[in-house]
Every structure is written in structure tokens, then in C-alpha cells.
């Protein structure tokens, strides 16, 4: 089944606590991105990667890295979290075909305490 | 400033009628359209989306109509049915700027049994 799976589905921290958060897709896409959502704000776009070893900022890249080692992972990671980086985060992928529709994933809750 | 817009934010409608999604937008320049739908702890699935070129697409129940000289666009779903129910959004695709979407802020429909 074509897929993008992102864990943990949930996940609660304290302040300073480095984590990762693992984004996997089994479409042999190219671009993957990711985003978060928060009420009033819709769904922003913080990194993407438009292939391996390419990435590139979004609208809110402040407080997070990533990195496209190979194709079908993209990993975001928080090196040091705070309570305004709790939020609703998707993964998505596309192929990099004009139009193409992006595949998210099922989210990851995250609360920064 | 937002670029592309839902002003609904809710919509409820009976079963069997007609809904009527609404969003504008503001760039000339997009290329591509798409409408996500999305349910309570799950990520955005892709339903239809449009290219500039056109002014209609078709797909089963549901049908997008593109009016380029208002920049406006509106989902018709028919008949609406209750697994309807959901959060729709709005994206539009600037294909030449590295595949970033522009998302509207959602509109929840409800379809009444």
C-alpha cells in the first residue's frame, strides 16, 4: 500500500530535549516537505526536499533541521524544543510531476512542555 | 497576508443536497488548484484538484469549477453524503517555485443525516 508513515503519533516532551521526529514513504518520490498546523494559522510549510541530499527552508524553518540522507526518509528533528513548537506536524511527499498531489501522513502531536 | 482564502470556516448541509465549497484567491500565477480533505487524526488526503488552463474537472461526485478573472474557485460535491463530513482545503500550486503549496485555512462541512 502507497504510504507515508511518520512516528510517533504522539509524543510529549519537556523544554531542551532533543527529538526526531521520522517521516518513511514507499512511493519512490522525490519531494517530501514538512509542515505543521495550528489553529488560525492553517498549514505551514517548515522544510522540503526537492531529492536526496537537497533541502530547503519553508515559511517557519526557525528551531528545526532536517535531512534527506536517502530518498525515502526525511526526518525533522528539534535540537532543543519549546512550548511554541507544540503543534500539529504532517509529513507529505510528491513526485516532482507539475500538478501532482502531495501524499501526507497521519500526523504527529507534539507538546512541548 | 493571505493568498489563498476559505471565508467559510463552517458549512452544514442535509444529506442528498448540494455542497458548495468556496476559495479566492489572489495570485494570478498559480498553475494548479487542489482540494484536500481531511478527517479528525488524519493527514490531508488529496481529492481533485485543476490546472489554470481549465474551468471545470469532473470526478465522480465531486466537481471543481475554476473562474480565473475573479480568482475564484468553488468544490460542488453532489449529492453530498454524511462520510462527507470533514475539513476541506484549498491549495494552490505555484509550479515554477519549487512545488510549495499555499494552503487556505479550511472550511468543516457537516452533512445532516
Known amino acids: 500500500e502507497a504510504q507515508v508513515t511518520q512516528n510517533p503519533r504522539y509524543l510529549i516532551t519537556v523544554t531542551g530535549k532533543k527529538l526526531t521526529v521520522t517521516c518513511s514513504q514507499n512511493?519512490?518520490?522525490?519531494?517530501m516537505s514538512w509542515y505543521r498546523q495550528d489553529p488560525g494559522l492553517g498549514l505551514r510549510q517548515i522544510y522540503y526536499s526537492m531529492n536526496v541530499e537537497v533541502t530547503d527552508k519553508g515559511d517557519v524553518p526557525e528551531g528545526y533541521k532536517v535531512s534527506r540522507k536517502e530518498k525515502r526518509n526525511f526526518p525533522l528533528i528539534l535540537e532543543s524544543p519549546s512550548p511554541n513548537q507544540t503543534s500539529l506536524y504532517f509529513c507529505?511527499?510528491?513526485?516532482?510531476?507539475?500538478?501532482?498531489?502531495?501524499?501526507f501522513g497521519n500526523g504527529t502531536r507534539l507538546t512541548v512542555t | 497576508d493571505q493568498q489563498v482564502k476559505q471565508n467559510s470556516p463552517s458549512l452544514s448541509v442535509q444529506e442528498g443536497r448540494i455542497s458548495i465549497l468556496n476559495c479566492d484567491y489572489t495570485n494570478s500565477m498559480f498553475d494548479y488548484f487542489l482540494w484536500y480533505k481531511k478527517y479528525p487524526a488524519e493527514g490531508p488526503t488529496f481529492l481533485i484538484s485543476i490546472s489554470s488552463i481549465k474551468d471545470k474537472n469532473e470526478d465522480g461526485r465531486f466537481t471543481v469549477f475554476l473562474n480565473k478573472s475573479a480568482k475564484h474557485l468553488s468544490l460542488h460535491i453532489v449529492p453530498s453524503q454524511p462520510g462527507d463530513s470533514a475539513v476541506y482545503f484549498c491549495?494552490?500550486?505555484?509550479?515554477?517555485?519549487?512545488?510549495?503549496?499555499?494552503w487556505g485555512l479550511g472550511t468543516s462541512l457537516a452533512v445532516n443525516p
Open positions: 491549495a494552490a500550486d505555484n509550479a515554477g517555485n519549487n512545488r510549495k503549496l499555499i
Open positions: 512511493m519512490n518520490h522525490e519531494y
Open positions: 507529505a511527499s510528491s513526485s516532482r510531476v507539475e500538478g501532482s498531489p502531495l501524499h
